[in-house]
């Protein structure tokens, strides 16, 4: 009962309806009339793979079990006392579209009006087959029939059409409905990573597939191919299905074969994934549909499990947001050979074949200019696949242009404002090219929360990455006039309190003008001034924690960067910050935040400048959080009924702690959101679907491309990869991750909130909202990761690489480019201060040579750090190496 009441609370949050109005709107389906025909009993069947349950009117799936694991079900059967009503999508059901000559298109779909369908014989292989028309309405030109097979195993889901018209007809869609359980609503924690699954889409045409994955990360997943005449093109959502979609319900979505339909309407204007098709239907003809239902032993043999299947293979490297600076690797295992390779749109990509290597054709793909773009393969039986690739400028142009954009377009220094709000990185809104002022959300225009400290954080984080001057004189005004005391205050017993907003809905205490009257603040978003000045949101802190550390960095490890206070200053408000999180936030502090890893980064430098006492404290307060953590079976909660971005801090401090199993756990989930497959979009793209609502312009519940979940998740799953080097896998979805990080920065600058991945939009949102949460994922993870595997070799993500004999050399091209890893070694380099232009690693001396960049004006020592006891002949501060740089390049030879 607890747990409901919370998830009424929550959606009270999100939508401003009353608790009552709440239960209502999830009782609204379940009184509307029941057309399904459940009373009428089901037909139970099977494979040696899985345990299939259909509805006897319908023949839809409401059951989909491993054999031998029946009380787990991949589909949302537990719902059908529910979803028993017209337009309730289940699987098997279709959707088509249609347009006679000179026609308009038409729409159909199995699910609109419920009619028991006719069952037809079922032999050999055939656990059950029926014809729909009787389901469709009166006048529909063709015959479908449906087919459930047993395939060696596996379920085939069959769908065989028939023009009846006498006629031609083009069909320009057609989609399966993908119903899988992924409705959270009403679970615990415990209950949903038991019971529920997400899926990820590889949208790529022949050798595109759908990963449904238990929210555990455990046990067996079921992978969806394309069978027969089934090209992954689309991946559209199903808002017309009654299913409540909130926080705890993403929504449902269909596999599309076929889109122009689509494309020529509701997405015209919206540039797809794919070149959207129709077909035409000749008079009398059939036309065969298939898709293969299949089980993978877990998530990390998915891509074995579709080479078994004879279904190509695809590896890019390092992934498929590639920089201009980058010469990309893209691997292809396929059981039929490449007939041809073709860009989309021409020229923005260059593809040359390399070789082979262990049953791979390497191929070198280089980014030419900026924006998607899209790799056709056709292999020699027709069968086509496509990767999609994000092509940025190279990462120090990125960053420096978010930077500038940051510190200028979005820079608000208005010393009138009535809120206090100036000098300040202030949100902004792309579309209308204007700093947001005023919005119905309180927190968008206050310079806190996630989607108004988003701007400001990912300003200061910046500065780790690339420090200048001109930017850190404004940020350094912003820093001590307006986080400090304004959002951040200092009132007696209360120190060092975050506020959840500066900017707040008082008209009766403000000047009369003060709020714009075309925005509607009759919303419970629109806090007034006492709930914007709540410090007990502990997601605020980290934010703000940030800013100290990175101010701490600064002025600790160059030279007239930050002079306002001394590095030591800083540092201690760090500390403070993070100690306040748990005194004056408990209860949500008890959860992981986003950012949290910050909290970790304080205390190893309170250690290393030999602050025992405060470090002594900070890891006190943060082992007890730790150790709830572990007594918990999934210790990631949040103020939501289910989150992904808690796992971060949560497995930082279990892997700090050597809380292995937890850690574990953790990983484990994560993967289960997290995947790796050829499209730039999903790739390492942390699952999140409803801060559209709290940080977006374009308000719905709707899959977010890399929003700030996936930089933030990649930090745990980087840290995996650095403990254990041998699991690839682990380092190809982490850089995935880091990169979405900066997929969608437009060249001029801007961080948006995300990428809309509704092919109606397929494009950035147009509101700042909390980009910088993703950012700071991106700024303390980002490295340049040098690994070596049985089947690919050497290879470099965040560098070029040159081999010659036992001679491994990587220029790096990250934006800060001074971490490196060095995999098979398990050896991580890094610089608090200076930058190194290439690494040299003789494989047979055991040599690491480092080529440091010259002198810059504010930074005259780097200091570097190796995980490992060497000798070199330089001063230790603080466990670092100090290492005069001179007006040239110089190399640093590291035995091990």
Do not use: C
């Not at 990631?636 to 279990?654: A, H, L, R, Y």
């Not at 484990?668 to 801060?691: E, F, K, Q, T």
């Not at 969608?744 to 147009?766: E, Q, V």
């Amino acid at each position: 009962m607890r747990r409901q009441y919370l998830l009424y609370i929550v959606l009270l949050h999100f939508s401003g309806m009353n608790i009552a109005g709440a239960q209502e709107y999830w009782k609204s389906m379940e009184r509307r009339p029941a057309t399904l025909g459940v009373e009428k009993g089901y037909v139970e069947t099977g494979t040696s793979t899985f345990r299939l349950r259909l509805l006897k009117t319908s023949q839809t799936v409401t059951g989909l079990s491993p054999a031998g694991e029946e009380s787990f079900d991949f589909t949302p059967g537990e719902r059908l006392d529910i979803r028993d009503k017209d337009s309730a999508y289940h699987l098997g059901d279709i959707n088509f579209s249609l347009k006679m000559p000179q026609g308009r298109w038409q729409h159909y779909a199995t699910a609109w009006k419920r009619k028991p369908v006719k069952s037809l014989p079922a032999e050999g292989p055939v656990l059950a087959a029926a014809d729909l028309t009787p389901a469709l309405p009166a006048g529909v030109p063709l015959r479908i029939k449906r087919y459930y097979e047993d395939r060696d195993g596996d379920l085939v889901l069959r769908f065989v059409i028939t023009n009846t018209s006498g006629k031609s007809v083009e069909m320009g869609a057609f989609g399966v409905p993908l119903v899988f359980n992924n409705i959270l609503e009403g679970k615990s924690l415990d209950k949903a990573h038991a019971d529920n699954v997400f899926s990820d889409p590889y949208i790529g045409m022949d050798a595109g597939y759908l990963e449904v994955k238990r929210l555990s990360g455990k046990g067996s997943a079921l992978l969806v191919l394309p069978e027969k005449n089934m090209p992954f093109e689309a991946y559209r959502p199903l808002p017309d299905d009654p299913t409540p979609r909130s926080i705890v319900f993403e929504g449902f979505h269909e596999w599309m074969a076929l889109s122009r339909a689509y494309a020529d309407t509701e997405w015209q204007g919206a540039e797809q994934w794919n070149t959207p098709r129709s077909m035409t239907l000749q008079p009398g003809k059939d036309y065969e549909f298939a898709l293969r239902l299949v089980l993978a032993e877990d998530l990390r043999a998915a891509e074995q499990t579709l080479e078994n299947y004879g279904k190509p293979v695809a590896i890019g490297i390092p992934g498929y947001v590639l920089p201009e600076d980058v010469e990309g690797k893209l691997y292809l295992r396929s059981a039929v050979p490449v007939k041809q390779l073709e860009t989309e749109p021409e020229g923005k990509l260059t593809v040359r074949k390399k070789g082979t290597v262990n049953g791979y054709t390497e191929y070198r793909v280089k980014g030419k200019t900026w924006g998607r773009s899209r790799l056709r393969i056709t292999y020699e039986d027709g069968s086509v696949q496509t990767v999609n690739y994000k092509v940025i400028a190279p990462e120090k142009e990125v960053v420096a242009a978010l930077g500038h954009f940051l510190t200028t377009e979005q820079w608000l220094d208005d010393p009138g404002d009535p809120f206090g709000r100036s000098p300040s990185v202030i949100s902004y809104d792309y579309e209308t090219r204007s700093r947001v002022t005023q919005d119905s959300r309180a927190w968008i225009a206050g310079l806190s929360d996630e989607g108004g400290a988003g701007s400001w954080l990912a300003a200061v984080m910046k500065q780790l990455v690339q420090p200048d001057k001109k930017e850190m004189e404004k940020l350094s005004r912003f820093v001590h006039q307006t986080l400090w005391g304004r959002i951040q205050y200092n009132e007696g017993s209360r120190k060092y309190g975050v506020r959840k907003s500066v900017f707040f809905y008082e008209p009766d205490s403000m000047p009369s003008g003060t709020y714009s009257d075309t925005i509607n603040y009759k919303t419970w978003a629109a806090w007034d001034k006492k709930h914007a000045a709540d410090p007990g949101r502990s997601y605020n802190y980290p934010h703000v924690t940030a800013a100290w550390w990175v101010m701490y960095r600064l002025a600790r490890y160059h030279q007239g960067l930050v002079e306002e206070k001394p590095w030591k200053w800083y540092l201690e408000q760090a500390y403070r910050t993070s100690l306040a999180m748990t005194s004056l936030a408990p209860h949500y502090a008890q959860f992981g935040q986003m950012e949290g890893t910050v909290f970790l980064l304080v205390l190893k430098d309170l250690q290393r400048e030999g602050m025992d006492k405060e470090a002594r404290e900070l890891e006190k307060e943060m082992k007890k959080r730790a150790e709830h953590w572990a007594s918990l079976n999934y210790p990631f909660g949040s103020e939501m009924p289910w989150d992904s971005t808690g796992q971060e801090e949560v497995f930082m401090w279990s892997d700090y702690f050597g809380f292995d199993r937890k850690a574990d756990v953790t990983l484990s989930a994560i993967l289960a959101y997290m995947p790796v497959m050829p499209h730039w979009a999903y790739n390492g793209n942390a699952r999140r679907y409803w801060d559209f609502l709290y940080g977006g312009k374009l308000s719905r519940i709707e899959r977010q491309i890399h929003h700030y979940g996936s930089a933030l998740n990649a930090i745990p799953v980087l840290q995996a990869y650095r403990n254990t080097p041998d699991n690839f896998r682990l380092l190809r979805i982490g850089y995935g991750g880091v990169m979405g990080g900066i997929a969608n920065i437009t060249r001029d600058g801007f961080g948006p909130a995300a990428f809309h991945s509704f092919p109606s939009t397929l494009d950035i949102d147009y509101l700042s909202g909390d980009y910088g949460s993703g950012f700071f994922g991106y700024a303390v993870n980002s490295a340049t990761f040098i690994a070596k595997t049985d089947d690919l070799g050497w290879l470099a993500f965040g560098g070029n690489l040159k081999q010659k004999g036992k001679k491994i050399e990587v220029s790096l091209t990250t934006a800060a480019r001074n971490r490196i890893f060095l995999a098979p070694e398990k050896l991580a380099v890094s610089l608090d201060a200076g930058t190194v232009n290439k690494v040299d690693w003789d494989t047979g001396k055991r040599v690491l040579t480092l080529h440091l960049d010259p002198a810059g004006e504010y930074t005259s020592y780097a200091y570097l750090r190796i995980d490992r006891e060497v000798e070199l002949p330089y001063e230790m501060v603080n466990g670092a190496y100090r290492i005069p740089l001179s007006g040239r390049v110089q190399e640093v030879r590291v035995v091990l």
